[in-house]
């Protein structure tokens, strides 16, 4: 059964890397979001369409992360399960 313990622990690995790569993403992605608030308020050439499109465009872009973050751990738990008996 060492296979399994084999695949287990690359599929940890995968995770743990996806996790990292994941928050990395996430830290870039709260700082453009702060640099294009921080335009967008002194913008004042834009017009207001044109800001509530972009502040629309930056929440479904971080509601697309969120939603990948989740369906990315489902299917891991998913996976874990399927080699929680073969531990020895």
Avoid: H
Avoid at 11 to 32: G, I, P, V
Avoid at 43 to 58: H, R, V
């Amino acid at each position: 059964m060492e296979q399994f313990q084999i695949i287990k622990q690359m599929t940890q690995f995968n995770k743990n890397a996806f996790d990292n790569s994941y928050n990395t993403m996430t830290l870039f992605r709260e700082q453009n979001e702060k640099m294009a608030n921080s335009l967008l308020d002194q913008a004042t050439w834009m017009p207001e369409e044109g800001k509530k499109a972009l502040i629309e465009w930056m929440k479904s872009y971080k509601k697309g992360c969120e939603d990948l973050k989740k369906i990315v751990d489902q299917n891991y738990q998913n996976l874990e399960k399927c080699f929680t008996g073969f531990s020895k």
